[in-house]
Structure formats: structure tokens, C-alpha cells
């Protein structure tokens, strides 16, 4: 490649170079002496967790991120939507328990005509790995030399997360000294994303928090307190996909949120708000934000950015099989892409399923392209991109390349990769 300024698309069309440097995201990821083999488990039993090349955007794409962020939390303040949306939640759901919830995932398909805002995600997983992997780039020649060296930003933004977690906290708990902390999900070591669990057990520690990995099905809940292997649990970083604590096995941690016992975040109300799928429909509904008190630059931002969803229902059904081909049908409450399908592959058998169950029907935003090596080889693999959001502020944005309907960790080639913006 020349020295010649390039852009964002040139260089994801063009430049098919490795620029993960393997010795600095060992560096990063096992910073903590406590860490030290995390880079060989990873590469061992997840070899498809980082991808070896970056992703590039341009000033314009990250700016109308940003902007679509901003107009769906305009909307989230608005009452008639906070109204509308919580009508249709679970009690759990319904009161505000003072926090926002941590990592809110807002997932974008980059195309010609812009940004398009995909789904909302609660608990979102990986920011703590995709700081380290954008860590871990090395230019392969000069004209990457500016781009994917780590800004001040970037060195900073861990201090940020935790900080996060601390105006949580306080939210909740006014002036008292941060509790106990405890990293939640169904057998931690048994997910995907362990690693990131162990990173977060140190980033807290660093920072003087008592912290600990805990499996929420082995919670107890004493009436005022809730407990991981006897010892008390104050706020809890919830990786559930419970979204809604129903599973009897989390009957403790329901008890003890219902109870206003410990601090948990995300919660069910944030879930509420942004991220069930049936929200779609009314963030890309023109007359419908407007009856709910959006004003006209938010409305033209979401109708831009958000794909046309409908709910799945009989009414529409017929319509909805017979445009299936330019659709995307997801579960409400779905997460990770489980049971999500692309119309255009659906049986008779998959539709069955999707009409007795609660799903929404969403235009087609086709995903963008990165050229990526792949043994030995090259492959166009398809890029999602993630802003880490709390509140309204994007703290990271980071991508997954896949092949396939849908993103996933096993394409020789894909899994994370850092965003770089581009100046034009």
C-alpha cells in the first residue's frame, strides 16, 4: 500500500493486511500478574474470539452514530414512550430503580446510505476485551501509522468503566462507600466470554473494589441480604440473559432487586426501555414518535437510522411471508441472534414457529464488507459495529466480523476487531 491518503471504505476494501501484533494483546490482556496465561486459554479455546485486522469508518459514520444514539435516548425521556413501553413489561420492569444500566450495545449495519441502527442490547459483552485488542494493533505501513496507534481516549476509557459502575452506585446509594461487587452470570467459566469476566474481577480490584465471579444460580437470598458463598453481594454487574430475573433458579437475585437489596445493573427496567425488540417499531415509526412528543430533527434521525419493524402477528402474516425475502425476523427478547432468521431462508416450518411465538419483522439492513485474511487467503466477511453506551454517551465502538446469517465467533478470521475512524 502507498503513503497516498485513503479512506475509510479504501482501506476496508483494500487493505487486507494482519494488524494484530499477538505480543501486545498478550501484553494487554495479562497486564495483572494474576492474568498471566489468559492470551493462551483464549487463543486455545476461543481461536475465533479476535479477528487479526481492524475495521475503519469515517468521521461521518461515527458522527451519525452518534446521533441515532442521542435521538433514542430523546425518545427514552419522553413519557408517552416510557408509558407505552412499560405498559406492555413485566411488574419487575416497571419501576425505576435509580441506575441506567451499564453497557448498553446499540449494533449497526454501515451501508451506502448510512448508519442503520439493528437492535438494542442489554448487558452488552466484550468492551473490556475490545479495549485491550485496539491496544494491540501495529501499522503495516505508514499510512496506517496514525490511525491505529491508541489515542488518550482509549488509554482512559477503563477508568471510565469503572466509573460507570461508581455512578451506579451512587445513584442508588447516595454518598455510601461503594459495596461488594460481584460479576454475574449461569456458570461463569462455562461461558463464552469468561475471560472478559476475569478482566473485570481486576479492573474492580485495581480500583480498591472488593469484587468477585459469582454464579447467580448459587446466590442466597437472607431475607436483607443477598450472598455469594456466604459472603454479602452490594452491587451486582448483571451478564444474564435472564432479562427479566423469571428463571426459579435466580429467585434469590429477584428477591433481593425486588427488595432494593442490592444494586443491580443492567436491570429489567433498562431492558424495558431499549431493549426489547418490540421498541423497534416505535423508533422507526414517524407518526407514531410523533404522537409520543418527538420532536421533527429527532423523528427524520430515527426513520434515517432504524429499519421499518412491525410485530408478528396474525393480521400481517400473509403480507409479512410474502415480503419475507427483504425481512429479518427476530424474537422480542431474543439476544445473541438465537432464533433470529433471515426471511429469505425461512421454511414453512420456521414460520409456524415464528407465528406462534413473539416476534418482530424488520427491513433488511444489509451489513457492510472487510476484507480479511484468512488463511493464507482473503475472504469478504461482514461487519456489525458496536457503540458501548451509558446513558447517552458512547464510551467504545468496536465490530464482529462474520460470515454467515448472523454474527457469530466461529468464522476462521472473525470475532472482534477494533474501529478506527478515518478522517476525510
Known amino acids: ?16 493486511c494482519r494488524t494484530l501484533d499477538p505480543a501486545r494483546l498478550r501484553r494487554a490482556l495479562e497486564a495483572d500478574p494474576l492474568l498471566a496465561g489468559l492470551y493462551d486459554e483464549i487463543v486455545a479455546q476461543r481461536p475465533n474470539l479476535f479477528s487479526a485486522t481492524a475495521v475503519f469508518i469515517s468521521p461521518r459514520q461515527y458522527q451519525r452514530i452518534a446521533a441515532i444514539v442521542a435521538a433514542v435516548n430523546a425518545v ?11 405498559a406492555r413489561a413485566p411488574a419487575i420492569a416497571r419501576a425505576a430503580p435509580g441506575p441506567l444500566g451499564v453497557f448498553m450495545g446499540f449494533d449497526f449495519h ?46 482512559g476509557v477503563e477508568e471510565a468503566f469503572f466509573a460507570m459502575f461508581v455512578e451506579e452506585w451512587r445513584r442508588a446509594r447516595g454518598a455510601a462507600p461503594l459495596g461488594r461487587i460481584a460479576i454475574l452470570d449461569d456458570d461463569p467459566p462455562g461461558q463464552f466470554l469468561y475471560p472478559e469476566f476475569r478482566l473485570f474481577e481486576r479492573l474492580f480490584a485495581r480500583h480498591g473494589a472488593a469484587a468477585r465471579i459469582a454464579d447467580a444460580r448459587a446466590l442466597r437470598w437472607h431475607g436483607t441480604a443477598l450472598a455469594a458463598d456466604g459472603a454479602a453481594i452490594e452491587l ?32 429489567p427496567h433498562a431492558h424495558a426501555l431499549l431493549a426489547d425488540k418490540h421498541n423497534l417499531t416505535i423508533l422507526s415509526d414517524d407518526a407514531l414518535l410523533a404522537r409520543l412528543g418527538a420532536d421533527a430533527a429527532t423523528r427524520a434521525t430515527l426513520v434515517a437510522g432504524v429499519p421499518r419493524t412491525v410485530a408478528v402477528g396474525a393480521a400481517n402474516a400473509e403480507a409479512l411471508w410474502r415480503e419475507r425475502r427483504t425481512l429479518f425476523f427476530k424474537p422480542a427478547t431474543g439476544y445473541g441472534s438465537k432464533a433470529a432468521y433471515r426471511g429469505d431462508k425461512l421454511t414453512r ?76
Open 76 to 86: 427514552v425521556a419522553l413519557p408517552a414512550y416510557r408509558e407505552a413501553v412499560l
Open 349 to 424: 416450518r420456521v414460520w409456524e414457529s415464528i407465528l406462534a411465538g413473539d416476534y418482530v419483522a424488520q427491513a433488511i439492513a444489509p451489513p457492510s464488507e472487510r476484507m480479511t485474511p484468512v488463511d493464507g487467503s482473503e475472504a469478504a466477511l461482514k461487519v456489525d459495529v458496536r457503540a458501548y453506551v451509558y446513558g447517552a454517551t458512547i464510551q467504545l465502538v468496536a465490530a464482529r466480523l462474520y460470515a454467515g446469517q448472523t454474527t457469530n465467533f466461529r468464522t476462521p478470521g472473525g470475532g472482534f476487531a477494533p474501529v478506527f475512524v478515518v478522517p476525510e
Open 110 to 155: 454501515l451501508d451506502a446510505a448510512g448508519p442503520h441502527l439493528i437492535e438494542i442490547n442489554t448487558n452488552a459483552g466484550g468492551a473490556l476485551l475490545n479495549v485491550a485488542l485496539a491496544r494491540a494493533q501495529a501499522a503495516c505501513c505508514k499510512a496506517l501509522e496514525w490511525i491505529v496507534e491508541p489515542t488518550a481516549a482509549l488509554d
Open 236 to 267: 451486582a454487574y448483571n451478564r444474564l440473559t435472564d432479562f427479566y430475573l423469571d428463571d426459579p433458579a435466580h429467585a434469590a437475585l429477584r428477591a433481593a432487586y425486588t427488595a432494593g437489596a442490592v444494586v443491580l445493573t443492567p436491570h
Open 1 to 16: 500500500m502507498n503513503t497516498a491518503p485513503v479512506t475509510a471504505e479504501e482501506l476496508n476494501r483494500g487493505c487486507t
